[in-house]
Each structure stands twice: as structure tokens, then as C-alpha cells.
């Protein structure tokens, strides 16, 4: 398939390279930022541009990766560029890549569109395998439908349909598994670089506490002193955070969490 890119970031650079792998043309790279929307069209080997209003027209799937706030505004840019440009609509079928955002940000825009979602998290810097990517597709007719398969089939071996209302809440749960957990390293990091210890101290652990949920159920591979409540351990962790009375009241809220979980299972 034809295909121009709306976004330069970590999923557009990611998905651009699975796409240009699995044999289909990138046409071009549209970003609002020159040097970003240059980088991936360099990788891509495809031109690269700032100008909505020169977009190519010739595609026959426009995938926008961008922030939520923008897509609305970007939506209404790109479709009104094409019509001006002379191109059939009605031949092109477009999709976003947000799991928090609903398809119908598309309505009365286009008459074929849908959502891509590939649950995972990306970064520029590192390569990831698509093929084990589960991704998440959802389309408004059979055109757009046809199309989104396929393309979702041609770079990963887990394609799924999902409706705007459910992938919602796995969206609310990747945060929750990804984001949230992310924030938590990073907490752990600076605690750490404070007492002149590195963070790869901590990979074992980490990667022992991933592996175990392939295996366990996140609630059996939990441990730690707030399973069981030990206020005494509990009260002298808070006590070292004194300092900081957000990341305290954190912990705190934390530790009360995850013991009325195990309280409850």
C-alpha cells in the first residue's frame, strides 16, 4: 500500500520501519518540526515535509500518529488539503495510532477511517519486533475495514478488533502498566543516585518481577512489606521521605492499595 505518515515520533518511527519492512511505500513524512520529520523520512528514504497543504495525495492509507490535542486540528488540516489538492476522498482511508482517543474524531472529515492501536511503548533510539505486538483495530466500513486488516496483518501476528469504549480501558490499564511503572523507576533512581548507588542494581529485580507475571498473576507474583501490612517497615520507609511530603503521601497511598487488594483476593 501507499502510505504517508502524519507524525515523526516514537510510535510513527517504529511503525515506519515495520511498514517499509513488510514491503509497502512510504510516500512521505509529515511533521511539524522539520528536523524530526526529516530524521524519519531519511530512514524511511522518502521526502519529508511541514506544509500540510503539501501533502502528498496519491496515498491510499494516511496513519496519524500524533498528540491527542492536535489530532482534531490535524484531521481537519490534512482532509481539507486533499480535497484542495484534487484528491478522491473517497479513495483514501485514514486511521490514528491514540488508544485514548474514539475513531469518530474522523466523522463527517472522511468517509473511510479507523484506529490502529499497538499496544506497546516505543522509543526512537530502540528497535522493536512488531510481529509480537498486539494490535488493536477498529474501522467505521468495509473499506476502511479491509484495508486496516490488512495492513495490521502485513507487520503483526496479533490483530485484534476493539471498540472505542474497551480500548479506552486498556489504554487506562497500559498507563497503569507502563507509564506509572516507568515513574516508579524512576523514583527508585533518584533515591538511589542520592546515596551514590547505580540503578542497574536494580535490573535483576525488575527483570525477575516481569518475568514472574509470564507465569503468575500479578496479584500471586506480589510482595513485599505492604502485602502484609507491616506498619513497622511501612512507618520507617515513609519516615526516610520526609522530605518530601508527595512522594510520601505516594508510598503511603500505595502501600494501602495494594494490601486492600490482597485483603480482597
Not at 472505542?164 to 516507568?182: E, G, I
Amino acid at each position: 500500500m501507499k502510505i504517508v505518515l502524519i507524525g515523526a515520533g516514537n510510535l510513527a518511527t517504529n511503525l515506519g520501519k515495520a511498514l517499509k519492512k513488510a514491503g509497502h511505500d512510504i510516500l512521505q513524512v509529515y511533521s511539524r518540526t522539520a528536523t524530526s520529520a526529516e530524521a524519519l523520512a531519511a530512514i524511511l528514504g522518502c521526502p519529508a515535509t511541514t506544509d500540510l497543504p503539501t501533502i502528498d495525495n496519491r496515498a491510499d492509507v494516511y496513519i496519524l500518529s500524533i498528540k491527542d490535542k492536535a489530532l482534531r486540528d490535524v484531521i481537519g488540516e490534512l482532509t481539507r488539503a486533499l480535497n484542495s489538492s484534487g484528491a478522491a476522498l473517497s479513495e483514501k482511508v485514514f486511521l490514528h495510532t491514540a488508544g485514548s482517543m474514539p475513531m469518530d474524531v474522523f466523522k463527517d472529515k472522511a468517509p473511510h477511517y479507523g484506529v490502529f492501536y499497538p499496544m506497546q511503548t516505543f522509543s526512537k533510539a530502540r528497535e522493536t519486533d512488531f510481529s509480537m505486538i498486539p494490535t488493536f483495530i477498529e474501522w467505521n466500513d468495509e473499506t476502511a475495514h479491509t484495508r486496516l486488516a490488512a495492513l495490521a496483518q502485513s507487520i503483526s501476528r496479533r490483530v485484534y478488533p476493539l471498540s472505542t469504549a474497551d480500548r479506552k480501558y486498556l489504554h487506562l490499564s497500559a498507563v497503569w502498566a507502563c507509564n506509572f511503572v516507568n515513574h516508579c523507576y524512576d523514583i527508585a533512581a533518584g533515591i538511589l543516585a542520592a546515596h551514590h548507588l547505580p540503578f542497574d542494581v536494580m535490573l535483576p529485580l525488575i527483570d525477575e518481577t516481569a518475568r514472574k507475571v509470564h507465569t503468575l498473576s500479578p496479584h500471586d507474583a506480589q510482595t513485599g512489606p505492604a502485602v502484609r501490612y507491616d506498619e513497622n517497615v511501612i512507618a520507617a520507609q515513609s519516615a526516610l521521605m520526609a522530605d518530601d511530603p508527595e512522594l510520601q503521601q505516594l508510598y503511603e497511598l500505595l502501600s494501602k492499595s495494594i494490601h486492600r487488594q490482597a485483603k480482597h483476593m
